[in-house]
Nanobody, 124 residues
């Protein structure tokens, strides 16, 4: 089984940037998603990417601000987060995609083998 490890979270001011990383041995074989869960809110899909990195999707709330990418030689998927807003505060998870209820979305129910998460806090 895959053991996904997220890193790169932290505290940042509104308008700032962070880059999250998701690493696992053999990750290059899989489509991967970034999901997040804010306090008191259900998990939501943020972005997802296919195994080659050619196909990507984003939640409407992050389009134009976040960029998902991958370096398969390093078995790593990244989420570049720019112009961060307080509403982006959440625990961010990466996970393997296991189904496709809608290829244009990244619903949490379509993912499994979740990592442990990394905290992102956007606050002044």
């Amino acid at each position: 089984q895959l053991q996904l490890v997220e890193s790169g979270g932290g505290l940042v001011q509104p308008g700032g940037s962070l880059r999250l990383s998701c690493a696992a041995s053999g990750l290059d074989y899989y489509a991967v998603g970034w999901l997040r869960q804010a306090p008191g809110k259900e998990r939501e899909g943020v972005s997802c990417i296919n195994n080659s990195g050619v196909m990507t999707n984003y939640a409407d709330s992050v389009k134009g601000r976040f960029t998902i990418s991958r370096d398969n030689a390093k078995n790593t998927v990244y989420l570049q987060m720019n112009n961060l807003k307080p509403e982006d505060t959440a625990v961010y998870y990466c996970a393997i995609r296991t189904s496709y209820s809608n290829i244009l979305e990244c619903p949490p129910a379509d993912f499994g083998s979740w990592g442990q998460g990394t905290q992102v806090t956007v606050s002044s």
